[in-house]
């Protein structure tokens, strides 16, 4: 099992480049930090097992191992995370008092983060195109499907990018929460599994992806005032 917070202190050290000087209008109309060569996802990820082959196999059997053991309660929570990709997924960590209506500055820096990296995960999951797991085999269940899921669309994960990425920003801002905060993101990605919808390899990804994108914009002079800014709110609501 990977160690939350050590990871994120390494990350965290690295010497990211910072973002290009310029407007986030400048840049693009809809990311807000990033720029589309930051985010260019055949440069920051490799590509997932193939279809029918034996890393698929080897995961398919993972998911079927999983589904055979995983209890009724732990698939009510895989549930409840599929249906909150957003803030919320961090308040029974962190406490009621982690409210975002209560902290428009936290607001702003977790909208932010949020939405680049949402734009980033959509342009890996065309480049990819990878089936997900129910579509590769039938006899994989769990959490519900909605006619708007894509079958092609399993990598990388979007909820384990969301996670990991308001997580990272999180750790980031309440240092000596950080383990409690990263284990809650580790254990929203593993609901993925638990639902069905993801391979172990795209949860990995949207992991992947959620870090190289958050440290960068977390280095980003573009956000330095907002993060100082809810940095301070926090430590005023006692979180």
């Known amino acids: 099992m990977t160690r939350p917070a050590v990871l994120l202190g390494f990350f965290l050290c690295l010497c990211a480049p910072a973002v290009a000087g310029g407007s986030a209008q400048a840049k693009s109309v809809t990311l807000q930090v990033l720029s589309p060569q930051d985010i260019e996802p055949l440069r920051l990820l490799a590509p997932p097992p193939p279809h029918g082959s034996s890393g698929e196999a080897a995961e398919l059997k993972e998911l079927h191992d999983l589904q055979d053991h995983r209890t ?22 962190l406490g009621p008092v982690f409210d975002l209506a209560q902290l428009p500055a936290t607001a702003r820096v977790l909208t932010v983060v949020q939405q680049d990296n949402t734009i980033a995960v959509g342009q890996a999951k065309t480049a990819f195109k990878r089936m997900r797991p129910w579509a590769a085999d039938a006899t994989i269940h769990g959490c519900t499907i909605k006619s708007s ?23 980031y801002l309440m240092p000596d929460k950080a383990q409690a905060i990263l284990a809650r993101a580790s254990d929203y990605a593993y609901s993925r599994m638990v639902c069905g919808m993801h391979f172990h390899s795209d949860t990995v990804a949207g992991q992947v992806l959620a870090t190289a994108l958050t440290v960068q914009m977390l280095h980003s002079p573009e956000l330095r005032s907002d993060l100082e800014a809810a940095r301070a709110e926090l430590k005023a609501a006692g979180l």
Request: aromatic share 12%.
């Open 72 to 93: 009724p309660e732990r698939l009510a929570q895989a549930q409840w995370d599929q249906d909150h990709q957003n803030w919320t997924l961090y308040v029974a960590t």
């Open 149 to 171: 899921d894509d079958p092609m669309s399993s990598y990388p994960s979007g909820h384990a990018d969301v996670g990991y990425a308001l997580g990272v920003t999180l750790a």
